[in-house]
């Protein structure tokens, strides 16, 4: 069963930097496949990233290639693992485009049977998060897509049908293990239009399976301890995936945060 | 002095919220229309040879030929704004009991000139203020529509470069400028219609200059536009160099786009 790995921009761009770390610790294995639509993303271009003295490069098979666009696909044929990298965030408003336009044909059109959704938050409602003490930073839901009775019913809150509270909550679409610090989606989140749309797609529908979604709880800051912690779990989140020995940032982390020289004259700024 | 803590809430970084719009329902599930884009008249580009595609920062070195260009045609980017309550206030401040609703359509035109027997010229002004990236990103997909078998020169800006970058497709050779560099990058209109550029395998070079401030408020240092002056000067025919470095010295003042002493601390 092929497997699509879906990081959402969100709180600290864990997913981002946790994704960076898989491509780029397993550099020999994955491989660019293509630029995805960027219409319905904040335009950005970039240098091609790599692992300082690496021999490998995720561009390989693509050596024309020499910009970073913001949404690019690469697939590891060994773990029939396919990753998105979106380097920025979608614009407001046009989620629901990217939803249905961007990834609902992709999956339809690779066959993929499993999605793994990664998102980070670093504030939750108390309508959604577990009543007990928080156990664990990481929450794991489930959706099983063939097990879904009642589609419409799954989204009437929404709908309003059965607005009650200020925030509708869902809490039958996934399953959250045990470990989990919350009980449902909220119908503010990505993922719950990402769901909307994905379940609302006959192609879509042929094909998956399932739908996993892994939430990591954070504070913004420097993430990127964040990002290789959450790496640890990668394997109990994809079915079959290894545990990396050793993580390798690309050269894109160098400076990130706060490393660039400070202005010498007026004219190079005043911050930095 | 006491100091208070206003603002409670504090917004994560990765909401880039322009104040674009204010849309309350963030969570519907309805798809958002799209901005209209089109060019007025249609162009037969068999006649061009190369393209000039800019941001308005760069104008002034452009400005003495603009001025004797023809307009040919005209990119209307055209979109809905959602009716935004506004409240009517009596003289005491007290809110009247009506609000009125407005449906606005807003409307942007980015002429597109003839700059000589074979070159168009397109200048794209930006303002993160009034201009939504979707039409940003809508518009630069029929400008690289419009590019396809032409040679494009762009001209572009970042605030996350230290130095004039060459940027190209095919090879990214240099022409003796460095080369955007990890974690360098580029946004807005440039990155936006380079992405295009490289989707659609339009040739192109490019140069990426350092600024400072705001999509469309951008700030430029003297020697940037100096070595800026050059590059142009030595991609388009311009004439007598010293003039032509007059001119665009004297544009660039007026344009308010040079930062720095030299362009005067106060007006």
């Given amino acids: ?272 | 002095m006491l100091f208070k803590q206003w603002n409670e809430y504090s917004e994560p970084r990765h909401y880039l919220d322009a104040p674009l719009e204010e849309n309350a329902d963030l969570d519907s599930l309805q798809l958002t229309p799209l901005p209209e884009v089109v060019l007025e008249k249609p162009i037969n580009t068999s006649g061009f040879k190369r393209a000039f595609i800019i941001t308005s920062i760069f104008r002034s070195l452009f400005e003495e030929r603009l001025a004797c260009a023809e307009h040919i045609s005209t990119f209307v980017v055209a979109w809905q704004t959602k009716g935004r309550e506004q409240h009517l206030y009596r003289e005491d401040y007290q809110a009247q009991e009506d609000s009125k609703s407005t449906d606005e359509t807003k409307r942007l035109e980015f002429p597109v000139h003839k700059l000589d027997d074979g070159t168009l010229f397109i200048c794209v002004r930006e303002d993160f203020l009034h201009v939504p990236p979707i039409s940003i990103n809508l518009l630069s997909r029929e400008i690289a529509k419009l590019c396809r078998g032409l040679e494009v020169l762009l001209f572009g800006s970042s605030d996350r470069v230290e130095r004039v970058k060459y940027v190209g497709f095919p090879g990214n050779v240099g022409k003796g400028l460095p080369l955007l560099t990890p974690p360098e990058l580029v946004a807005n209109f440039t990155a936006s219609v380079m992405t295009q550029l490289l989707s659609s395998k339009v040739c192109f070079n490019g140069y990426v200059a350092p600024s400072e401030g705001p999509s469309g408020y951008e700030k430029l240092s003297m020697e940037t536009m100096d070595l800026l002056i050059d590059l142009c000067w030595s991609e388009v025919n311009f004439g007598n160099r010293e003039d032509y470095v007059k001119s665009c010295h004297r544009n660039w003042r007026l344009n308010g786009t040079v930062m720095g002493a030299q362009s005067g601390l106060y007006l």
């Fill in chain 1, 1 to 272: 069963m092929k497997t699509l790995l879906l990081p959402l921009v969100s709180t600290g761009n864990v997913p981002q930097l946790m994704t960076d770390l898989v491509l780029h610790s397993l550099d020999s294995e994955f491989e660019f496949v293509r630029e995805l639509d960027s219409l319905y993303v904040y335009p950005f271009t970039g240098p091609i990233d790599y692992v300082e003295g690496s021999g490998s490069n995720l561009y390989r098979t693509n050596p024309e290639k020499t910009f970073t666009t913001p949404v690019e696909l690469f697939f590891n044929p060994k773990l029939e693992l396919y990753v998105i990298q979106q380097r920025s965030p979608i614009l407001p408003h046009y989620e629901n485009q990217f939803c249905k336009n961007v990834i609902a044909p992709l999956i339809g059109e690779l066959n993929i049977g499993s999605l793994v959704v990664t998102d980070a938050t670093d504030s939750f409602g108390e309508h959604i998060s577990v009543a007990s003490a928080r156990r664990s930073p990481y929450s794991f839901g489930m959706c099983q897509v063939s097990q879904i009775d009642d589609l419409s019913g799954e989204f009437q809150q929404k709908l309003q049908l059965r607005d009650v509270t200020t925030t509708p909550v869902n809490e039958t679409l996934f399953q959250f293990s045990s470990q989990s610090f919350q009980s449902g989606i909220s119908t503010e989140q990505f993922i719950f239009k990402l769901c909307y749309h994905l379940l609302h797609t006959q192609k879509v529908l042929e094909t998956l399976k399932e739908i996993r979604y892994f939430n990591i709880y954070v504070q913004e800051g420097d993430n990127s301890e964040d990002a290789v912690a959450a790496c640890e779990q990668v394997p109990q989140v994809i079915t079959g995936f290894p545990r990396i020995a050793t993580l390798r940032t690309p050269v894109s982390w160098n400076g990130v945060y706060g490393a660039r020289d400070a202005p010498s004259t007026f004219e190079e700024g005043l911050y930095i």
